[in-house]
């Protein structure tokens, strides 16, 4: 008789072996197997520096969005009902196609996107829309970014209505400014909570443009006073003036938040709404990187969602940080700047609190409030300090556009070298400034040597001391200018190769790349 308990073991082990053999394969190709079977968890060798957007539940919608990958739990679902062709909703900062509103992946499941900029700055575009429930209260779910709350108690319906949407099926787009970790991963972690099961429609993962507003470096040097990356002291308020597009009653002015004194207030004298914003006009464009504000003996009126916009004409405002506020004081640190009007306008509504400011403080980026940062960006080349020559000259008013201060030219990188200037914004156009002053070398001739931007030839058979005489400098140690106009490349960077020529060997002493729209 045959020995079936043998024969059934001897299938198992084949199935097992099968198991392990398909399981090696499919990882080979990116998917795999989790404790209930195989699972569509991709894990791609393309590096996603420069951002990654996935249609959670969804094929993808064949252009900016890829079908769903690097996720690990939940299940995927697609609506049948809604409104379908609806894709710009005024509570969508980012649209993206009606294809990745119409699938989502719902239950507890993480996104752990990889191939990041180990490091680097992200908006995570996080998109939602309830095809199931239409009342507050049926789904309310919390949502951690690595490993920190980003949404709490969130509930889609009332985040529409907050943001001021009206009706059912209304998308959805909640942003958080992340930074990568060591392994160049960003993770989202959907979690249940009070009602239902998490849902999520879409993820995008942006680069953020650091330096969207310009960087200035000190080559060789240790920026003016330290790092223009740190902020430095509060700036002066006298004569600056606050507003708002609130209906504040006179005692809580909008002033009131830059007066110093904090027994008063700025209030917003009604319940925190979407679009609510107060503004500075600092009489004069300023230097700054950083705003406090403090909601003091009001510790519950902070400001939940909001972002911090400048402009120069109090008409153009450009965004250059959106947070999330979890209690009072709250800070917003971003990219050094250079303008004279600072907004906050809100991004969420609260039914439960209004908005109290009772002291705004502005710090100027890098304690001299110039903006020069502490070398960086660069490769190759040996820094450098002049010890003579003309200390206190700043201003070559011939041979200089752009002031900068003393301390800048007085350092300076020599040999070939090439500074790559990231987190600018892609495919946008920055005048790039070049600084020299030879302070080694007094006679044309002496050190000849060329520059080249995006790999293109900027300057050729350069002399220093030459082109300060060009432009009408007299004597020695003529400090010099040299702008371009350029575009950043697809990766936001753009790239300056000092390169040896007939003479000497090339030095430069600052760079500084400012946005020309």
């Not at 230097?287 to 909601?295: R, T």
């Not at 050094?336 to 609190?353: D, G, W």
């Not at 495919?427 to 520059?451: E, K, S």
């Amino acid at each position: 008789m045959p020995d079936y308990s043998r024969t059934l073991i001897r299938g198992r082990a084949y199935k097992k072996a099968l198991v392990w053999l398909v399981a090696f394969a499919l990882a080979l190709i990116g998917l795999e197997v989790g404790p209930g079977g195989f699972t569509a968890k991709a894990f791609a060798d393309a590096s996603n520096a420069q951002g990654a957007s996935i249609d959670a539940g969804g094929p993808g919608d064949g252009g900016a969005f890829a079908a769903d990958e690097y996720y690990s739990g939940g299940s995927a679902g697609t609506n049948t009902s809604g409104s379908n062709g609806f894709t710009t909703f005024k509570t969508v900062a980012n649209p993206i196609p009606q294809a990745d509103w119409n699938t989502y992946r719902s239950g507890s499941s993480t996104y752990q996107v990889p191939g990041l900029s180990v490091g680097g700055e992200y908006q995570v575009r996080l998109y939602f829309l309830d095809w199931q429930n239409t009342q507050v209260g049926q789904r309310v779910f919390d949502v951690d970014i690595n490993g920190a709350p980003a949404l709490e108690d969130f509930d889609i319906v009332q985040a529409a209505g907050n943001a001021g949407g009206d009706g059912t099926y209304i998308g959805v787009e909640e942003d958080f400014n992340e930074t990568a970790d060591a392994n160049g991963d960003i993770t989202v972690q959907l979690s249940a909570g009070s009602a239902s099961v998490p849902l999520l429609n879409a993820v995008a993962v942006v680069p953020v443009a650091v330096n969207a507003q310009g960087v200035s470096v000190d080559s060789g040097g240790q920026g003016d006073g330290g790092s223009a990356d740190v902020a430095g002291a509060p700036l002066a308020e006298t004569g600056w003036a606050a507003t708002s597009n609130t209906n504040s009653a006179p005692g809580d002015a909008p002033q009131n938040a830059i007066s110093g004194d904090t027994g008063a207030r700025f209030s917003s004298d009604a319940d925190q709404a979407f679009g609510m914003w107060w503004q500075v006009d600092m009489g004069s464009a300023q230097s700054f990187d950083e705003i406090e504000m403090d909601s003091g003996g009001f510790n519950a009126d902070y400001a939940r969602a909001y972002q911090v916009e400048v402009s120069n004409d109090g008409t153009s405002f450009t965004t250059v940080y959106t947070g999330t506020g979890t209690g009072s004081p709250e800070t917003a640190n971003f990219a050094p700047q250079t303008a004279r009007y600072i907004r906050v306008v809100l991004e969420e509504s609260v039914k439960t609190n209004w908005w109290s400011l009772v002291n705004v403080l502005v710090y100027g980026s890098g304690s001299a409030g110039s903006g020069f940062a502490a070398d960086k960006y660069y490769s190759g080349g040996s820094e450098g300090t002049n010890t003579s020559g003309s200390n206190g000259f700043i201003d070559f008013a011939n041979t200089v556009a752009n002031p900068i201060p003393q301390n800048d030219w007085n350092t300076y990188r020599s040999l070939p070298s090439t500074y790559v200037i990231p987190d600018l914004t892609p495919a946008i156009g920055y005048q790039v400034r070049l600084y020299f002053l030879d302070w080694q070398n007094t006679q044309v001739g002496q050190r000849v040597f060329n520059v080249d931007i995006n790999g293109t030839s900027a300057l050729q058979n350069f002399d220093i001391v030459q082109a300060a005489g060009n432009a009408g400098g007299d004597g020695t140690y003529i400090g010099v200018e040299e702008d371009f106009n350029e575009t950043a490349d697809a990766n936001g960077d753009i790239t300056v190769q000092l390169l040896a020529g007939s003479a000497g060997q090339p030095m430069v002493n600052a760079i500084a790349v400012v946005p020309t729209g």
